[in-house]
């Protein structure tokens, strides 16, 4: 019986610091999991955001052909992963839920059901009735995603919005627990395993605590698993009108990326060094 363990998202939800933990430990998985993440899948990525975008009301591609390609992808995904005996595979990969929220006029995590059902179809063609499949999830309390997507957004695209416009416009995208409600819905009788950020965050290995116990490995293959270094950290208030400062100005596309990355590199280089001389 094969066993699979999709991870398909949130965006802002310690999926970067999971990520990282699979890479880190890569070599002491490989006996156990198969691990595919993001620039293994770039293609089905992409078709997982045509998915979201073909959720709006001005797309300009149906559903059903934008589905229709996700689902190509997906089955040439599992048809070129070759699985060891006893190998369990893990695909992880935030975009498997499509666009993050407050890109291209994406207002939720709308395409997240049908994705996870195309998933389970493709799947079970692919690997037969007697699959083992898992859809893992990793989410967040309401507040704290809007927060972190905010600030997200406004280092990585030319966002001018306010907090309070955000959290306004894009209430629905904080709402994970609906989307997972109709994720369970789509892949049902299967039910979606969840794990929040804020029961994960304290434990030894961070986000990627609850999957470890999925993966349910040997005791002496876990004694010699590193935990991650924090990935991902926060803007403080000074730094978020930065932020806003450099949207505002008339650079554009990675241009304006690069400044921004510029500007926190240094701030936080000169953070650092203050820190150190005391």
């Known amino acids: 019986?094969?066993?699979?363990?999709?991870?398909?998202?949130?965006?802002?939800?310690?999926?970067?610091?999971?990520?990282?933990?699979?890479?880190?430990?890569?070599?002491?998985?490989?006996?156990?999991?198969?691990?595919?993440?993001?620039?293994?899948?770039e293609a089905l990525a992409a078709c997982a955001?045509?998915?979201?975008?073909?959720?709006?009301?001005?797309?300009?591609?149906?559903?059903?052909?934008?589905?229709?390609?996700?689902?190509?992808?997906?089955?040439?995904?599992?048809?070129?992963?070759?699985?060891?005996?006893?190998q369990t595979l893990?695909?992880?990969?935030?975009?498997?839920v499509g666009r993050m929220p407050g890109r291209e006029n994406i207002m939720a995590f709308d395409a997240a059901a049908g994705l996870a059902e195309d998933m389970l179809t493709v799947a079970t063609q692919h690997f037969g009735p007697d699959l083992n499949i898992t859809f893992f999830y990793t989410t967040r309390a309401k507040d704290a995603w809007m927060r972190s997507a905010y600030t997200h957004l406004l280092q990585q695209t030319k966002f001018t919005m306010s907090m309070d416009e955000f959290t306004t416009k894009y209430a629905r995208a904080g709402d994970l627990d609906v989307a997972i409600s109709n994720i369970a819905k789509a892949i049902a009788p299967l039910k979606p395993?969840?794990?929040?950020?804020?029961?994960?965050?304290?434990?030894?290995?961070?986000?990627?605590?609850?999957?470890?116990?999925?993966?349910?490995?040997?005791?002496?293959?876990?004694?010699?698993?590193?935990?991650?270094?924090?990935?991902?950290?926060?803007?403080?208030?000074?730094?978020?009108?930065?932020?806003?400062?450099?949207?505002?100005?008339?650079?554009?596309?990675?241009?304006?990326?690069?400044?921004?990355?510029?500007?926190?590199?240094?701030?936080?280089?000169r953070l650092k060094r203050r820190l150190d001389s005391d």
């Open 49 to 86: 955001r045509d998915c979201s975008n073909a959720m709006l009301p001005s797309t300009l591609m149906p559903r059903r052909l934008a589905r229709a390609a996700f689902k190509k992808q997906f089955a040439a995904l599992l048809k070129t992963t070759a699985l060891e005996p006893n």
């Open 193 to 269: 395993v969840v794990s929040r950020l804020e029961d994960t965050s304290p434990k030894h290995f961070g986000p990627a605590s609850e999957l470890l116990e999925l993966l349910n490995l040997p005791s002496e293959v876990i004694a010699t698993l590193q935990s991650p270094l924090q990935i991902n950290r926060g803007i403080d208030a000074f730094e978020q009108r930065k932020m806003m400062e450099f949207n505002l100005g008339t650079s554009e596309g990675e241009d304006l990326i690069l400044q921004k990355r510029r500007f926190l590199r240094k701030r936080r280089n």
């Open 90 to 96: 893990l695909i992880s990969c935030e975009a498997l």
């Open 1 to 41: 019986m094969t066993r699979v363990i999709i991870h398909a998202g949130f965006h802002k939800t310690g999926t970067t610091s999971l990520q990282r933990f699979l890479e880190i430990n890569a070599e002491a998985l490989a006996p156990h999991v198969r691990v595919i993440l993001k620039p293994q899948m």
